[in-house]
């Protein structure tokens, strides 16, 4: 959807439209075209002013994708050649972009940028935009999954703070399930999220995929332990079985007690403070994620901003994306949707400086870890999904679980591994 | 005396389904109308309190509406242009013409209709790459320009013109060209207009092949418009009605006006008689 | 001579068009079925490699295609017989004797079927929404509890299959009205004059005269359910659990969500020899039972 309200008559565009599509695109002046997603194309269209006023002879045309739509997208855009100039993908969907080397390498430029510096970025997250060693993406916001949770019902369970390792949250979770009875939970991990079972996963040492990330490595003691303790919580009736779309309006169901803990992401930072009740907004907290000894690490999330290899005006593209990476335009994005700024001087804004809530997602970015670099990956990371959750509905035992993931990952990772004997694909 | 519940009863159902039948499309226009946030109460509401019309601004104002009908527009246009170009020499030359293998050919295309559209989408889609028409509006027109099921509607009525007017033409030596100009063009207009009318709303209607072809958003019809809209705005069921309103209006006007031509063609070759 | 010439020039453009635009990718569909068309080689071409048929063997192991198979079944066996039977029950009373205002109701009967199915399908996932959707509501008013239409496996389904009879079933209702207009009326005089109660005179005279239209009818409705696809993706997403992921709908995600396209093309042509199979098996069923 493109968000810029039209300056041309309908009657123009019905011209112009037909007209400029079927020309090559190299137009007069520079248009840059901007593809960004969900909230974030609605508002970033607010920034562009400021951009084109320094830019004299620059204009940004943003088109909105939907999430759920925008993977197919790019992707058909790429077969079609139709991809945009600058795009916000999400960071797990880099390595398929650069194995279809449909992004530019970034390094020289970042090299000779004094905008955007590793420095200034989160480790975990700068590191997921570099694959086979080259820079492909600036992150432009950060996300991660850690824990929102009733503060007021965990204190009346007798628990005072919030749990460090696995095995405190299991004893608060049971705590809270034993005072809340019947017809409530402890937790919420829906079903058709890979994101709180993905977390647990990456808390462990061994990686995900082995050889080169030819083979799933599901079977290591590391993911069956991680696989284990969350089969345990729904064993014990302490979240219920259910998916998204089986809730209803979540922000309800918190309120009103159906569940105390929630692994989710920033965006909710916003939500929980719009759509609860006012008398409920002190009763609701964050907290970094537990891990098996200690606080634990997190998904390495978030969308970075590319550029396209095939894109004709990639200076101009690196200015917008330089332009996104300030620190005050990170604050005014952060200000306008709330996504988390991916440099670590805008944190120091006194807003977020003063938002207890989103401190536990500051300590949590200091200990992310990327996901395997496998164009293949998210179709895994689904996949181990659907089997954690028939896990989940069939009390399956948690070793046949993990050797259905591996057996799915293996079989997608076939053509992987046939690239990877001949020399042509790269190790992830 | 006996006769009058049986009429009452067969006109009781007959307004049953038809207040089943139209329910969702009145409610759609009702809530249209509605301000934001007002349909998601309960008991849902089926009038609007007040009138109003923010989704309607809203749409065009800031979805870019506007733009996805001019589009819808100008492609159900030019694909009923392209299909009376290109169905109705053919149609008529299966009907009339006689020429080497034109039944076998006939036969073909009618086993034509059995595979599934969808299996020539993702090759066509990469064809098209490879010549530029991807992402603009000649490859949404071009692979749509002539279709069996157009042809099979002309060829059926076609069958009706009298032999011995053609005949009687080509004895006095008009070509071929001048006879479909001046007897049969005029003899076939019923069908015309039911081919216009099919294409037009066929092409209206189309969601799969342009939500393929065209990424550019400005280039979106309104299905395509709607079904992404739908995604993002899921909870403005106030916005999402307007917009189905300015997508399903059009075509229903369309349809009560022309009805008598498309449901003659729904019917061609379908029932003898 | 002349003729044979100006009957190829004629035909010769939309031959073009239906050649070019059709059956060439539907052949170089089934060669791409033979290929592992991935993004590695949509990347570079030189990735692809030519597998023979095994895009078929691995679609016939794997289990999402299966429960798309038998989720596009389940649409086809229940909605079939629904929207035939609400079709000729409409026909039936549209053609009946006692019917008034007959353009009225045979116009606002047909009128789903000229929607565009995507807007509909937005106004069906409002009126299905669990607690403001209109149907709850209703069943509400007659004392049945809510129903998670769109949220709950069990019921996403036949919330599809409600829709989908809908939107169709005033184009086979028109059909079928055609076709009781073939039915002689003496015949009925004949059965009523020999003292056929309603229901005798329907199943003696109406539905043998019918016959070749409910062929014809089935047959065009069985090949279009088949071929599921906007529904669940405007309404579902193939969701919740997979239960409404469709055979087509299935071959979108493999071919445009992840671009598989060898796959995608393998399960496009499953779906083709399911549709040729359905249509012969029925036509050999009809001229067995001589309605052929």
Redo the contacts between chains.
Sequence with gaps: ???R??RRS??G??VA??L???S?GAGDGTVLTFWAM?REGEVVQALMSTFERANPGVTVQV???????A???L????????LPDVCQIGNTWLP?FV????VERLDARVLASSVVKPSDAFGGIWRTNVVDGGLYGVPWYVDTRLLFYRRDLLARAGFGAPPTTWAQWLSAMQAVKRMVGRGAYAALLPL?EYEPLLTLALQQDAPLLRDGGGRGNFRSPGFKAALAFYAEIFARGLAPPA?D??I?NLYDEFARGYFSFYVTGPWNLGEFKRRLPAPDQGAWMTAPMPGPGGPGAGLAGGASLVVFRRSPRKDAAWRLIEYLSTTEVQSRFWALTGDLPSRKDAWSAPALVNDIHAAAFREQLERVKPTPQA?EWE?IATEMQLVA?RMVSERLTVDEAATEIDRRAD?LLE?RR??LARG??TPA | MKRLPASLVVNALLALAAAVALLPLLWMLSVSFMRPGEADSFPPPFLPRAPSLAAYKELFAHQGVGRDFANSLFLASAATALSLLFNVTAGYAFAKLRFAGRDRVFQILLGALVIPGQVAMIPLFLMLKTVGLVNNFGGVLIPAAAGVFGIFLVRQYALSIPDELLEAARVDGASEFRIFRSIVLPALRPILVTLATFTFLATWNDFMWPLIVLSDDRLYTLPVALASLSREHVQDAELMMAGAVVTVLPVLLLFIALQRYYIRGLLAGSVKG | MKRDRAGWIFVAPAMTIIGLFFFLPVAAAFVLSLTDFDIYALADLGNLRFVGLRNYGELLANPLFWQAVANTLYFVVVGVPLSIAASLGAALLLESRLARFKGFFRTALFAPVVTTLVAVAVIWRYLLHTRYGLINYGLGEIGVRPVDWLGDPHWAMPAIILFAVWKNFGYNMIIFVAGLQTIPEDLYEAARIDGASALRRFWHVTLPGLAPVVLLVSLLTIAGYLQLFAEPYVMTQGGPAQSTVSILYFMYEQGFKWWSLGMASAVAFLLFAMMLAVTVIQLAIARRRGML
């Design positions: 959807m493109t968000v309200p039209s309908a009657l565009q019905l439209g037909p400029a599509a079927c090559n969900g088109q909105q994708l939907p999430w759920s739509a993977h197919a997208k992707l058909t855009a790429f077969a079609g050649g139709s398929e194995a279809l080397r449909a058709d998916s779309a089986d209803g164009p179709r959750a079989r053509k046939w690239m042509l694909g």
